[in-house]
C-alpha cells in the first residue's frame, strides 16, 4: 500500500486534473498517481525529463542510466520502467539486463554509460580525471556528462520517490539479476 493517496486521473482536480488530461492523457502509471500528491512535484518532474529528452543523449542512453541508477539503487519500480521503456527506445532484454548488473552491454559506448554513471553514483559525483577520460575516450563530451549528472538526479529522485511512497509496479516484472 502506498504512504501517499494516489490522485485517480478521474477524480483529480486543479493542476493535477491539467497533467493528467494534457502531457499525461493515457499515461495513468502509479508514480504519476503518486506524484501528482504534489502537482508541483509531477510538474517538476515532466519538466526536468522533457528536457533531458531533447537533449545530446538518445533514449538508449537515458534508459541506460535509469536501469544501472534503479538497479544501483534497488528500486524495483524503476528497473520495471525503464526495462520496458528501453526495450521501446532500442535496448535488448540482454542490454537491459546488462545494465542493471553494471556491465556486459555488448555496446563499447553503452557499457562506458553505465561504468560513468555507476562511478558517479558509488563516488557520489567525486569522479577522477581517470573516470572522466575513459567516458571521453568512448566518444562521449561535456555535454553528455552534464546529461549523465542530470539524468542520474532524476533517476535519483524517482527512485527516492518510490522507496518511500512503496509505489506498486505497474509494469512486467523484469528479468531477475
Do not use: W
Not at 486534473?17 to 512535484?41: C, Q, R, T, V, Y
Not at 537491459?96 to 556486459?104: D, E, I, P
Request: glycine fraction near 10%; charge should be neutral; aromatic fraction near 8%.
Amino acid at each position: 500500500m502506498t504512504r501517499l493517496t494516489p490522485v485517480e486521473p478521474a477524480q483529480a482536480t486543479g493542476r493535477a486534473k491539467e497533467i493528467f488530461d494534457g502531457p499525461l492523457a493515457g499515461k495513468h502509471f502509479n508514480i504519476f498517481k503518486g506524484m501528482a500528491a504534489s502537482p508541483a512535484l509531477l510538474d517538476g518532474y515532466l519538466a526536468f525529463s522533457g528536457a533531458l529528452a531533447k537533449g545530446k543523449l538518445s533514449l538508449k542512453e537515458r534508459e541506460t542510466v535509469q536501469l544501472a541508477i534503479g538497479a544501483a539503487n534497488s528500486c524495483d519500480y524503476c528497473q520495471a520502467a525503464h526495462t520496458a521503456i528501453g526495450k521501446g527506445g532500442g535496448l535488448t532484454d540482454a542490454q537491459t539486463v546488462a545494465a542493471r548488473r553494471g556491465s556486459g552491454t555488448g555496446d563499447p559506448k553503452l557499457e562506458a554509460l553505465t561504468k560513468f554513471a555507476l562511478a558517479m553514483h558509488e563516488k557520489r559525483g567525486n569522479i577522477s580525471d581517470a573516470d572522466v577520460k575513459a567516458f571521453r575516450d568512448a566518444g562521449y563530451g561535456d555535454e553528455a556528462i552534464g546529461e549523465v549528472v542530470a539524468n542520474y538526479a532524476l533517476a535519483t529522485l524517482t527512485n527516492y520517490f518510490n522507496h518511500l511512497n512503496q509505489t506498486p509496479v505497474d509494469f512486467p516484472t523484469p528479468q531477475a539479476l
